[in-house]
């Protein structure tokens, strides 16, 4: 009998199912959900669940390469698009305020690269840095690794500039080369620019198409790019630029004029808003459009300003519509698969692509799934065309469960944690002369209860009497209205105050900011105040919250202070004399 003998085939099995139990446990342990961010999660999801779906079912080549974990990662991005001397380089040195490296700016076609622009990690001291196409494409901290597949012909006309920006601290901005016209668009670029068009404008969050007001005309390789854009026609803004050099008849023109040609291009349930203006910090041709530019790059830099907080809601989107998109061309392929008979499989590879929609359409009765999440029919059929049959596969159902849980039940997760997410997402900060034109200064394009204060004619006046006609008026009704003791009752001003015709509810939050003292009554300051405040709501702007400062007339801030002080005074004669009181009774013996 040996004494070194092993343990027996009992306890052997008993450690054998603690084994796999602890790996079971350990397996599970290593899948739990550890994210803090909608982006980690997405990211964690997409490579547990939805990539290998992919790789299974020939995603990657009949529609589009892998993300990788910098797409979930990124910053908001937008792209600009246009015909060579649109303005594309110009409004980008607007945005950020200063020029950045490689900017170049001319009348002839500058920019002939696909020019990244980004926020640099490095100290406020670090020069900027530009980066060649060939070294993005290696570095795996950056979301460009799947453009090495358009060829050298393309990376050494593709860079990135990172540079210390306030702007680029929060979204990236991507210049591309000149949309060709005339006989040059029949020039090779050496790669398929509308495709690199398409690959970039499915991962931005907006897509700036410029035009020129003296240049309208669209080419033919400038439509085909709008074509290819209009898949996303949610992410599409229309720049009307350079409008300055026109008079207002013309400029009426030449806005009909572009709508015409984008009519026939275009194809979208909806009429595309077009801003107007003149995107630069030179002197402007027609100046009497100021206003009109102003109010049109306000509604344009909404957008801009929330990119940050939508940034995460457009990427849950983005990631929702390619797993849909995964499930559909899955089951279609597997449709494929069990059509495809053994013997003659060319023939029957041709007639299956000949009649496409009858299997989608076989699919969609077995399956319900919707045909709207495929891509064009062509360019499906084309895709198809050019696979290897010989791998399609019917799909597998363990990964098909796998991915439905995903979109109904993690989805969800992640969509509950948006609402804390954007919250702490600030505005971006637009630089250059757009924020010059907030409310805070003298100049701001629209009304507002800061604005007015420039209007004064006296440092120390009240607001509200910036306008001597309207507070004549105001103070005639406060008259008129037979005021008792200097002030009127809730009964007199409602009657005066209704005739403004507005809703109650917001006559209500009037009379609670013009009621100052909190007497129940009105006196002259405060009915002016309140007429004031309807006045502004009536023109179409929102009440605030709170009465900023600058409203409170100054007999209101004087009438306090010796309340105050009066207060305080009251509390050190009271000190003083039960100093004085301990002070004669002297310390105790």
Not at 177 to 184: D, N, Q, T
Not at 264 to 290: M, N
Request: glycine share 6%; charged share 25%.
């Amino acid at each position: 009998m040996s004494l070194s003998r092993g343990p027996s085939q009992k306890s052997a099995n008993c450690l054998n199912r603690k084994g796999s139990t602890l790996s079971t446990l350990r397996r599970n342990s290593s899948r739990k959900d550890l994210f803090t961010t909608v982006g980690e999660g997405l990211s964690q999801h997409y490579n547990r669940t939805l990539k290998p779906f992919e790789e299974t079912h020939m995603f990657h080549t009949l529609h589009s390469p892998p993300l990788e974990d910098a797409d979930f990662t990124s910053r908001p991005a937008v792209l600009l698009v246009g015909q060579y001397s649109t303005g594309k380089t110009t409004f980008i040195r607007y945005l950020l305020g200063e020029d950045f490296m490689g900017c170049r700016i001319g009348p002839e076609p500058t920019t002939d690269k696909f020019h990244v622009i980004m926020g640099s990690d490095g100290e406020n001291c670090d020069p900027p840095t530009c980066i060649p196409g060939n070294a993005l494409v290696v570095d795996p901290k950056l979301p460009f690794r799947p453009l090495a597949k358009f060829g050298n012909s393309f990376l050494n006309r593709f860079q990135c500039t990172k540079q210390k920006n306030q702007l680029l601290s929060e979204i990236t901005l991507i210049d591309t080369p000149g949309v060709l016209s005339g006989e040059k668009q029949n020039s090779d670029r050496g790669y398929d620019f509308v495709e690199v068009l398409e690959w970039f404008a499915a991962r931005v969050d907006i897509v700036l198409l410029l035009f020129d007001a003296h240049k309208l005309d669209i080419s033919d390789e400038l439509r085909r790019a709008i074509e290819a854009l209009s898949r996303w026609d949610d992410k599409i803004r229309i720049i009307l630029n350079k409008a300055d050099g026109v008079d207002g008849q013309q400029l009426m023109r030449v806005y009909g004029a572009l709508m015409w040609s984008l009519g026939k291009v275009l194809t979208c349930p909806e009429v595309p808003r077009v801003y107007i203006g003149s995107w630069w910090d030179k002197q402007l041709g027609h100046a009497s459009f100021r206003t009109l530019f102003e109010l049109e790059e306000q509604d344009l830099f909404k957008d801009f300003r929330a990119m940050p907080r939508g940034a995460a809601l457009r990427k849950l989107n983005d990631l929702i519509k390619r797993a849909r998109l995964a499930r559909v061309l899955a089951l279609i392929v597997g449709e494929l698969h069990s059509n495809l008979p053994i013997l003659r499989k060319e023939a029957a590879k041709k007639s299956l692509l000949k009649n496409l929609e009858e299997t989608i359409e076989a699919v969609e009765v077995k399956h319900g799934m919707c045909s709207g999440d495929l891509p064009p029919m062509e360019k499906l059929r084309e895709s198809l065309s050019r696979a290897d049959w010989s791998k399609f596969r019917a799909v597998d159902k363990k990964q098909l469960a796998k991915l439905d849980r995903m979109l109904t039940e993690e989805m969800s997760k992640l969509i509950g944690m948006l609402p804390a997410e954007v919250a702490a997402a600030g505005d971006a900060i637009l630089n250059g002369p757009i924020e010059a034109t907030a409310d805070s200064t003298p100049f701001a394009p629209v009304r507002s209860l800061h604005s007015d204060r420039w209007r004064l004619s006296t440092a120390g006046q009240w607001t509200v009497a910036a306008d001597q006609q309207k507070l004549a008026k105001w103070i005639e009704s406060f008259s008129a209205a037979a005021p008792v003791d200097g002030k009127l009752t809730g009964s007199q001003a409602k009657h005066v105050m209704m005739s403004s015709k507005l809703p109650n509810s917001v006559l209500s939050k009037v009379w609670s900011l013009a009621d100052i003292d909190r007497d129940g009554q009105l006196d002259e300051e405060e009915f002016c105040l309140a007429m004031y405040l309807i006045d502004y709501k009536v023109s179409g702007n929102d009440l605030p919250p709170t009465l900023p400062s600058h409203l409170i007339p100054v007999s209101k801030i004087i009438r306090e202070a010796p309340v105050e002080d009066s207060v305080q005074n009251q509390a050190n004669r009271e000190f003083g004399e039960a100093l004085a009181e301990v002070t004669e009774e002297g310390p105790e013996q």
